[in-house]
């Protein structure tokens, strides 16, 4: 519980703690950890080199092995047309839906959500896509107040012909699909 906030704070580390969260409801006892990385590679590459140096860092990661028992990571790029969060209310429920595309279809799924998530943009919080890891993943990540307001605004959407139209058009381009509800950690940026 200390130490994120420590390389959250730490002025040397570029990496930016977006948010942690925990599943509430789907794969459970799985943690989300979710660092920005304003310039990228060149950010991410610092990162980890002062994370593999400090002992802090040697610490933390002595210390999480003793409660887990399987870990993996991804760097993934955020859409440039999925809007900008700002993080302006409390408690709620996140929801991550983890999309497994068919490779070479990221460009078309792109185009068509660049045009769907402009019915949906209030409740919408990060676009990813999977640079490194498991690839031809997209990760699409919504705020809700609780879950009823989840299934309203789900329902909403689908009053749209263009909602229909775009999810028509992607549904084919996917492999798997997997949902979690997610809740932030005490110490998560984004509550």
């Given at each position: 519980k200390q130490i994120l906030p420590t390389i959250h704070e730490c002025e040397e580390m570029p990496a930016r703690l977006f948010g942690q969260f925990s599943v509430a409801f789907g794969n459970l006892?799985?943690?989300y950890t979710i660092?920005?990385?304003?310039d990228g590679y060149k950010d991410l590459e610092k990162s980890y080199m002062i994370y593999r140096t400090k002992n802090i860092y040697k610490q933390y990661e002595e210390e999480q092995a003793k409660f887990i028992n399987h870990r993996s990571s991804q760097v993934c790029f955020q859409?440039?047309?999925?809007?900008?969060?700002?993080?302006?209310?409390?408690?709620?429920?996140?929801?991550?839906?983890?999309y497994s595309l068919r490779p070479g279809s990221l460009y078309e799924w792109g185009n068509a959500w660049a045009q769907g998530i402009k019915i949906r943009d209030s409740d919408a919080v990060m676009g990813l896509a999977t640079q490194v890891g498991t690839m031809n993943t997209v990760?699409?990540?919504?705020?809700?107040?609780?879950?009823?307001?989840?299934?309203?605004?789900?329902?909403?959407a689908w009053q749209s012909k263009e909602w229909a139209r775009i999810v028509k058009q992607t549904v084919p381009l996917?492999?798997?699909?997997?949902?979690?509800?997610?809740?932030?950690?005490?110490?998560?940026?984004l509550q």
């Amino acid at each position: 519980k200390q130490i994120l906030p420590t390389i959250h704070e730490c002025e040397e580390m570029p990496a930016r703690l977006f948010g942690q969260f925990s599943v509430a409801f789907g794969n459970l006892d799985k943690i989300y950890t979710i660092w920005r990385y304003e310039d990228g590679y060149k950010d991410l590459e610092k990162s980890y080199m002062i994370y593999r140096t400090k002992n802090i860092y040697k610490q933390y990661e002595e210390e999480q092995a003793k409660f887990i028992n399987h870990r993996s990571s991804q760097v993934c790029f955020q859409f440039s047309f999925w809007p900008e969060y700002i993080d302006n209310s409390d408690g709620g429920f996140f929801e991550i839906r983890s999309y497994s595309l068919r490779p070479g279809s990221l460009y078309e799924w792109g185009n068509a959500w660049a045009q769907g998530i402009k019915i949906r943009d209030s409740d919408a919080v990060m676009g990813l896509a999977t640079q490194v890891g498991t690839m031809n993943t997209v990760h699409h990540i919504w705020r809700y107040r609780d879950l009823v307001e989840r299934a309203e605004e789900r329902g909403n959407a689908w009053q749209s012909k263009e909602w229909a139209r775009i999810v028509k058009q992607t549904v084919p381009l996917i492999t798997d699909l997997n949902v979690d509800i997610l809740v932030p950690t005490d110490f998560s940026p984004l509550q």
